[in-house]
């Protein structure tokens, strides 16, 4: 069964700074696109961020761009999101997602993810 895993969230004060972290359970994984979406009370799962197979590209959602950093360790076979300079708006369960394709590009839409953790809550207080 193929799994991702994530974990780091947590109850955090405006400005402070979190790391998620999700673990993919096969080496398959490497090599896929992944991405990081979060969905807030009553609102549609949005995009946040997401990283090429080799790491080398990165793309982000306007609201979170310059505050939030996406990496990967290939050999851990592990994404991170460096979240800094929480805001409230932050608050969400954020989600971790594998494109359905190996070797492709960063895709900013829910339909091109097969993969999803369970989520793990960010809550953000002002």
């Known amino acids: 069964q193929v799994q991702l895993v994530e974990s780091g969230g947590g109850l955090v004060q405006a400005g402070a700074s979190l790391r998620l972290s999700c673990a993919a359970s096969e080496r398959s994984f490497s090599r896929r696109a992944m991405a990081w979406f979060r969905q807030a009370p009553g609102k549609e799962r949005e995009f946040v961020a997401g990283?090429?197979?080799?790491?080398?590209?990165?793309v982000y959602a306007d609201s979170v761009k310059g505050r939030f950093i996406i990496s990967r360790d290939n050999g851990k076979i592990t994404v991170f999101l460096h979240m800094n300079s929480l805001k409230p708006e932050d608050t969400a369960v954020y989600y971790c997602a594998a494109d359905m394709r190996q070797y492709g590009p960063i895709r900013q839409n829910r339909e091109g993810y097969d993969y999803w953790g369970q989520g793990t809550q960010v809550t953000v207080s002002s």
């Open positions: 990283v090429t197979w080799s790491g080398e590209s990165t």
